[in-house]
């Protein structure tokens, strides 16, 4: 199969050639083999690293790390549904670009290029071929505004870049709730009250699993709380999220 991988490449470095790779955020020439990104893009970006929240990724201090162990003070004394979270970035500078254009501009081609950041984030989730993936829904009135799922449309670039199973429709959002942007922690959760369930021919399926939640933006939680009670009102075993960028609230 050595001249079929051959000529693969080198159909790449022709079209590579006639229509030269460009930056998802700015459309700027990139190297062919340079990532999604150019260096001043990718420079705007601001990662979430150690130490943070082994919960809801929010960035720690050294010193809350020694004395909490690897969670923040929220999660301590309000642990959420969900186990584990993770997130790529902190919603700010470039990866806010980058969300809204998707979510909002029909950029959908930057669903593959936030993927692979949040693959490599949250490596420890994706260890197991028995991980399946689930999006956080959107409402069908969104859905059919919107054309698409920008949290489905990430999940199914991650499980096929991990070889792992993804159910984009598993959970449904049973009523419209109210732009949920600038309101409290308590007016979010109140919003979210029963409005996520599991498609009933799905519940089978995720019975017995360990699924990882996929979603664009945490802010306070309240979405993914819904999701993950949902998820083990139907004997899912665990948990985890993952998110491309991460709420800092002040």
């Not at 959970?171 to 922690?185: D, E, I, P």
């Not at 308590?186 to 369930?197: D, L, V």
Request: proline share 4%; charged share 20%; with cysteine.
């Amino acid at each position: 199969m050595d001249w079929l991988n051959r000529g693969k490449q080198l159909g790449r470095n022709v079209l590579n050639w006639l229509i030269p790779p460009s930056c998802v955020s700015c459309g700027a020439e990139i190297a062919a083999n340079g990532g999604f990104l150019c260096g001043s893009c990718f420079a705007g970006l601001r990662f979430v690293h150690a130490p943070f929240c082994d919960v809801c990724a929010v960035p720690i201090t050294q010193e809350e790390m020694a004395e909490r162990g690897a969670l923040c003070t929220e999660c301590e004394m309000r642990p959420p549904a969900w186990h584990r979270g993770r997130a790529a970035f902190l919603y700010e500078g470039q990866a806010r670009t980058l969300l809204m254009g998707l979510k909002y501009g029909g950029r959908t081609e930057r669903a593959a290029a936030l993927a692979s950041f949040m693959a490599q984030a949250g490596e420890d989730l994706l260890t197991s071929e028995a991980v399946v993936l689930v999006p956080v829904p959107v409402h069908r009135g969104r859905l059919w505004q919107r054309g698409y799922n920008q949290a489905a449309l990430i999940a199914n670039h991650l499980a096929r870049s991990r070889g792992l199973t993804c159910y984009p429709t598993a959970l449904h959002r049973r009523f419209k709730t109210v732009a949920l942007a600038g309101r409290s922690r308590h007016g979010r959760y109140q919003q979210m009250a029963g409005a996520i369930t599991v498609r009933s021919r799905y519940r089978k399926l995720l019975r017995g699993r360990s699924i990882v939640l996929v979603d664009d933006i945490l802010t306070t939680g309240a979405t993914a709380e819904a999701c993950a009670k949902a998820l083990l009102e139907h004997e899912c075993v665990s948990v985890d999220i993952l998110v491309t960028a991460r709420v800092t609230l002040t």
